[in-house]
Every structure is written in structure tokens, then in C-alpha cells.
């Protein structure tokens, strides 16, 4: 019975929901901060549009939610790094852009045409989450353009290219 040894009830358990959350240092990056807001701002939006007369609008923050809770987890756990298929920072950036277009349309006919006080905060809101998601996706826009302007050199591309050129150079001879 030696074999077997008795497990140490003195280190903590990590439990489900701290696997899940994010980790400290990604949640204070810059990323880490912006989804949290957005995911924040796009919540309260939600529920100030559901509380309104203008409850027709009530399905743009729930999708904006919704989106930026799956990216927030997808980031935060490094899912997003098992699969390589998925070109993750286009699809944040269209994610962004339709966003900021959206909640800053919605927003306007919420303030204007709406009365109720419900309404008027929602519009507020969506202003703030506009501000959210324009900030996130100039960011994007600049780190995908600084990608670019490298040529798009990753640590794959040059021993792609000398396979390339061996291959070239022994069907010249």
C-alpha cells in the first residue's frame, strides 16, 4: 500500500470559475482592459434598453455581449491560439467596426426619438460602448498595420521561402 500516496489537502484547489476567469496580467493589459469594458458597457446597454420603450433595440447589445464575452474568453484562455485557422484579429476588428457603427446609429434614435428615461440612458451608453469599440478598433487597425508594414514576416515565412529556393535550385540543375 505504499505505492499509493495520500494526496495534500493543504494545496488549494483551483476551482472551475478561476480557470475560466482571466488572469491578472492579461486582464490589466490593454486588450484585457478594453473587452472588459466592452463586455461591461454592452451588459448595462442591454439592460437599459430592455427596461425602455425602445426595447426593439435590445438585440444589438445582447449580440455586442454576447460577441465580446466569447473573445474576452477566447483571449484570456488562450483558446484563440489552438486554433490557428481563424484569423482572430480581423474578425475582432470587423467585430469592432460594425459595433462602433451600430451602438453609435442606435444610440442617436435612442436620445432622439425616445422619451422615457430608460431610453435616454441606453443612448448614453451606447455612446460610451461606441467609444469602446472605436478606441478597440483603431488599436487593432494600427497593430495590424505595423504587421503589415513588416512585410507580414512571421518565424514560418523564411524557412518557407528557402524550401522554396532549394527546390527552385535542384530542378536548374
Known sequence: MGDIEAPDVRQPSHSVL????????????RKGM???????VSFIDFVCFA??????FVTVPLLEFLA???LLFAY???FSE??????????????????AIIYFIISIIAVSKYVDSSSKAAGVFGFIATIAF??????????????????GETTEEPSRQQDVDDFSDSDSD
Open 18 to 29: 478561476q480557470s475560466v476567469l482571466p488572469s491578472r496580467e492579461w486582464a490589466s493589459s
Open 34 to 40: 478594453l473587452l472588459i469594458a466592452e463586455v461591461s
Open 51 to 56: 427596461a425602455s420603450t425602445a426595447a426593439a
Open 68 to 70: 465580446a464575452l466569447f
Open 76 to 78: 484570456s484562455t488562450k
Open 82 to 99: 489552438r486554433f490557428k485557422g481563424f484569423l482572430w484579429p480581423l474578425m475582432d476588428f470587423m467585430r469592432c467596426v460594425t459595433a
Open 134 to 151: 472605436a478606441l478597440d478598433f483603431y488599436l487593432i487597425f494600427n497593430e495590424l498595420a505595423n504587421f503589415l508594414k513588416q512585410g
